[in-house]
């Protein structure tokens, strides 16, 4: 699958932002979906993943209740609202497919090593 991010800008301090990747080439509906960000200097984190349907999904401790991961079936869409933003909150953002069994009830999908598709990424910058 082909998956390409979208969404990211230059903000302020406090706004709101959704990002969204598109993803073609494959059936979406086979893959477990996530969201991870780079900082400057850091390693790549997890932020967010939802299972085949959307009728789960799992958000790690550092931005739970500050982010909203969701996906469209039938526009192949992948998206994550993020409120409240914060200068630590820049970095490129990217988008990832992985089979769709690595999300199930005893494990979300928070690793790198769970995907193995990506997008090429976008940046996010929050200003003071």
């Known amino acids: 699958v082909q998956l390409q991010a979208s969404g990211g800008g230059l903000v302020q301090a406090g706004a709101s932002l959704t990002l969204s990747c598109a993803a073609s080439g494959r059936t979406f509906t086979d893959y477990t979906m996530g969201w991870f960000r780079q900082a400057p200097g850091k390693e790549r984190e997890f932020l967010a993943s939802?299972?085949?349907?959307?009728?789960?999904?799992y958000y790690s401790d550092s931005v739970k209740g500050r982010v909203s991961i969701d996906r469209d079936n039938f526009k192949n869409t992948l998206s994550l609202r993020m409120n409240d933003l914060k200068p630590e909150d820049t970095a490129v953002y990217y988008c990832a497919a992985g089979p769709r069994s690595v999300y199930n009830r005893n494990h979300f999908a928070s690793r790198e090593r769970d995907y193995d598709s990506w997008g090429q990424g976008t940046l996010v910058t929050v200003s003071s």
């Open positions: 939802i299972n085949w349907n959307g009728g789960s999904v």
